[in-house]
């Protein structure tokens, strides 16, 4: 059986307003269930799958409840976190998204100067499994090098033991595959602060663009392009844990 809420509760919780202000967009006859005008606002909704389709606000499908998973191309330039200066990632998203409760975040970060693939989500569980230690998810990066590759750096990286300056414990093994001279995939299942760039930095190169198109067995779609997103399907969800 599905959870049933309380309209107001649900909208004010979508980021649609107060409860105040919801019940008075619902007084207003902007809120419509299976094309019906709703004006109760202490009516009682089924959560289920067809909840965007049988309720509107303003004319619109309502937004998909929690749980919510995005998958989003980062672009260059847009920060992770709420309290960074500069653009953040949410301002990618529907302005109303910033007051959902529960919030969405994004599953670990990228660097302002990193793109490619981010999931961000309401979800704390499904945050948890994905960035907890012990899951050692494989995230893949293709980094473009200020150097042409030494030629030792698979061997480094795979080898367990690389500690990053400023660090006592060593990284886990990571696996380097060259592209190019000056271009590598390197795969990693941890997440430590610029990290990549500064495995780069302790074999004597420099990472002059950075992207990740792989979390697990999840590869960015095609297409999306640098900003856009999508809801992450069922199957995308899972295949994070599939790879
Ligand atoms: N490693 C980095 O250095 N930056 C990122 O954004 C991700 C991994």
Known sequence: ?????RLDRL???????????????????????????LRDASAHISL????????????????PPAPLTL????????????KEAGRSVYELFPPRWRARDP????????????????????????????????????KRYIARLARPLRGDEAAVFAAGTLVLEGETTPLAPARLTPRDPTTAELIITEG??????RMFAAVG????????????GLTLPDDLAPGEWR???????AAVFGG
């Open 231 to 237: 809801i992450a399907t069922p199957a995308e969800i």
């Open 48 to 63: 289920d799958a067809d909840l965007p389709r049988r309720l509107t606000v303003h004319g619109e499908p309502v937004d």
């Open 103 to 138: 919030a969405l975040s994004t599953v670990g970060r990228l660097d302002a100067e990193t793109s490619g693939l981010l999931l961000v989500t309401d979800d704390g569980q499904l945050l948890h499994r994905i960035i907890s230690p012990r899951a050692a998810i494989e």
């Open 71 to 82: 998958i989003l191309h980062k672009p260059l330039g847009v920060v992770c976190s709420h």
């Open 192 to 197: 430590r602060y610029h990290q990549v760039r």
């Open 205 to 216: 190169n420099h990472v002059q663009a950075l992207h990740r198109d792989r979390i697990g």
């Open 11 to 37: 909208l004010a919780n979508l980021g649609y307003g107060s409860r105040r202000e919801v019940q008075g967009l619902a007084a207003r006859g902007r809120v419509r269930w299976d094309g019906e005008v």
């Open 1 to 5: 059986m599905s959870a049933r809420v």
